[in-house]
């Protein structure tokens, strides 16, 4: 029996009137890479968000349904967001490094979260660093601007700021789009060794990256969960004739 | 035929300042020395300098930061980051832009019935400081939201995602590249302000008045101003035509006090933008 992260029972998300999500129910298993797959605009980022709570930020929306994670009901009055995005880390489509230096980003979630103790600090901005496959890259510049890093770095840099606050579910949105097909490579070497430490789950746009670094994979269309399973079944023998015509792109 | 139409009226704008800034330029640079500058007026304003006009300007918009600045910026924030945006909120912009547009005389007046009489203020450097602020609050408001509203949404997203609260994302992720704009917003304001002569005339601005008491004693006194001495100097000495030149020496002061304000401003605009441009 698969030990479950996350699982989600007939959740529907809305913004004002318009329903983005219509009666989502899936599991996201512990330690696993779980890909959220379809066209733009089909829910599979508002899904992600969900998880998080980053919808939250954004006015008038509304959401029903069931979204547990650990035994624990996300959308339930008495739970602290805050606590939820500490245990929760995301990584943005868009590497959105913040205006300091490299050993700033790293440790911005630290300090927020009240650690004070300079040794603590760097010793786990290197692990995060070592972890995201950056550190050697920038051991030696640590107090330049991360905005002087080249984009695959900022990204894997964004990777090791949300790894620093130790989360337990890695929230990733495209976050290969906007690379190059080396640091492409290198982010999907990276998700590759995380799942060893963290259930992740990964929104893409690229069919091939999906099945080569995801377990499991979810299709999604027009705000509907068209089909969820293991990667390979997915690709190679969907149950759907939507996932089929998707994953061979005859749309999307 | 339409670019040179728009092209003739802008050399006619900038004429006319330059016209405006050459004549007090030419005028009023040969009385300003360092006696104008740290004198009193001596002899019925006859002789002498504007120190005091100049100390007074500078305590009254002291008092203006002081009450505009944290309001201003406690009010944009509150507007930019927490109210639920609706109707309310919107009409509640509406009417701090409108604000802006009031005549300062008014504010005068409100200032006079406000802070003079019904809190007791009297006329004096604070209720003239407060009316001034008054007068500057869209400005620094209107700033500070525009400053708010440029820091990009993924500066906030990172900072929630990494379970930052709310206040802890505006405070550390929001405002330190924000404060630039509302600085640059604020003290254009402030520019405005010190130049102003209507509000001031009445909560406190006196004709001569030339020995300012010690801080803090001074806050509770009547003071001399740079704007309002400029328009005794010119329209209300009984020897007007041989205190003009003194009239255009003190011209010439506020205008430099105005133009490097404003400098200022731009400066810390351009500096931070540089600091902050690979965003």
């Not at chain 1, 990256?209 to 390979?232: H, I, K, M, N, P």
């Not at chain 2, 912009?93 to 409108?98: D, Q, T």
């Not at chain 2, 504010?107 to 500057?136: K, P, Q, R």
Request: hydrophobic share 45%.
């Amino acid at each position: 029996m698969p030990d479950f992260k996350i699982t989600t029972r007939n959740f529907h998300f809305y913004y004002g009137k318009f329903k983005a999500l219509n009666d989502i129910s899936m599991d996201i298993e512990t330690n696993r890479v779980t890909a959220l797959i379809g066209p733009s605009g089909c829910g599979k980022s508002t899904f992600l968000r969900s998880l998080n709570r980053m919808n939250d930020i954004i006015p008038d929306t509304r959401v029903e349904g069931s979204i547990v994670l650990d035994n624990q009901e996300i959308y339930d009055r008495n739970v602290d967001v805050v606590d939820l995005r500490r245990r929760i880390g995301m990584v943005f489509q868009k590497s959105n490094p913040f205006p300091k230096t490299i050993l700033e980003n790293v440790a911005y979630g630290l300090r927020i979260n009240g650690e004070r103790d300079k040794g603590r600090i760097i010793r786990r901005v290197e692990q995060s660093l070592r972890d995201a496959a950056l550190w050697d890259e920038v051991k030696d510049r640590l107090d330049d601007s991360a905005m002087d890093l080249s984009g695959g770095q900022q990204q894997r840099l964004c990777i090791a700021r949300a790894l620093a606050v130790q989360p337990e579910v890695l929230l990733m949105d495209e976050p290969a789009s906007a690379l190059d097909p080396i640091a492409t490579q290198k982010i999907e070497e990276l998700i590759f060794d995380l799942k060893k430490m963290y259930t992740i789950v990964i929104v893409t746009h690229n069919m091939q990256q999906a099945a080569r670094v995801s377990d499991y994979t979810a299709f999604f269309y027009l705000g509907e969960l068209v089909e969820f399973g293991e990667t390979d079944q997915i690709f190679t023998n969907p149950a759907k004739k939507k996932t089929e015509d998707y994953v061979t792109g005859r749309f999307g | 035929m339409g670019f040179s139409m728009l092209g003739l009226t802008t050399l006619a704008v900038i004429l006319v300042l330059v016209f405006i800034l050459f004549d007090i330029f030419s005028k009023g640079i040969s009385v300003i020395s360092w006696e104008f500058i740290t004198d009193k007026p001596r002899r019925g304003m006859t002789e002498g300098g504007i120190w005091p006009a100049i100390v007074g300007t500078f305590w009254v918009s002291l008092v203006t930061v002081f009450f505009s600045v944290p309001i201003g910026m406690f009010t944009a924030i509150y507007l930019n980051e927490y109210a639920v945006q609706g109707r309310l909120i919107r009409l509640i912009r509406l009417a701090i832009r409108n604000l802006s547009g009031v005549p300062s005389i008014v504010y005068g007046l409100f200032g006079f019935a406000l802070f003079t009489l019904m809190l007791n203020l009297g006329l004096s450097v604070i209720s003239s400081g407060l009316t001034l602020g008054l007068l500057t609050l869209p400005w620094t408001i209107t700033a500070s939201e525009e400053a708010l509203k440029t820091v990009p949404r993924s500066y906030r997203e990172g900072a929630l995602a990494l379970g930052a609260t709310k206040w802890q994302t505006i405070r550390t992720n929001v405002l330190p590249y924000a404060v630039p704009g509302m600085l640059t917003g604020t003290i254009l304001g402030l520019a405005r302000a010190a130049g102003e002569t209507a509000p001031i005339l009445f909560t406190g601005v006196a004709f001569f008045w030339p020995i300012l008491p010690e801080f803090p004693k001074l806050l509770t006194r009547q003071f001399m101003a740079l704007p309002y001495h400029l328009f005794i100097m010119s329209t209300q000495h009984h020897e007007i035509v041989k205190v003009r030149p003194l009239a255009y020496g003190t011209a010439l002061v506020l205008i430099v006090l105005i133009v490097s304000m404003n400098g200022l401003a731009i400066w810390i605009r351009y500096h931070f933008r540089k600091k902050y441009k690979r965003i």
